[in-house]
């Protein structure tokens, strides 16, 4: 059984930064996606960041170069590094991981800019 546990959210200015991780825990042999999305009240959920086991990178418009995903392959971890957060990107956000072929979802973390 695998489980992914998410921390890092919170609420913080427009301006501010916060820093998201997600691990796995369990039976890990190997993580071929991690990935970050995140859904605000009453919208679609969205892909936020992407990172592949190549260590390939993806990122919305919305969030370039301001949004960076990282991963520590040791620790079973994917980060989502956030600055210069505004208003808009108030959400839940989830992690999302594909591991041996199967999709797996964290609980979901609230991150809140106040403006």
């Known amino acids: 059984q695998v489980q992914l546990v998410e921390s890092g959210g919170g609420l913080v200015q427009a301006g501010g930064s916060l820093r998201l991780s997600c691990a796995a825990s369990?039976?890990?042999?190997?993580?071929?996606?991690m990935g970050w999305y995140r859904q605000a009240p009453g919208k679609q959920r969205e892909l936020v960041a992407a990172i592949t086991s190549g260590d390939s990178t993806n990122y919305a418009d919305s969030v370039k170069g301001r949004f960076t995903i990282s991963r520590d392959n040791a620790k079973n971890t994917v980060y989502l590094q956030m600055n210069s957060l505004k208003p808009a990107d108030t959400a839940v956000y989830y992690c999302r991981m594909i591991i041996s072929t199967r999709i797996y979802w964290g609980q979901g973390t609230q991150v809140t800019v106040s403006s």
């Open positions: 369990g039976r890990v042999f190997s993580i071929d996606f």
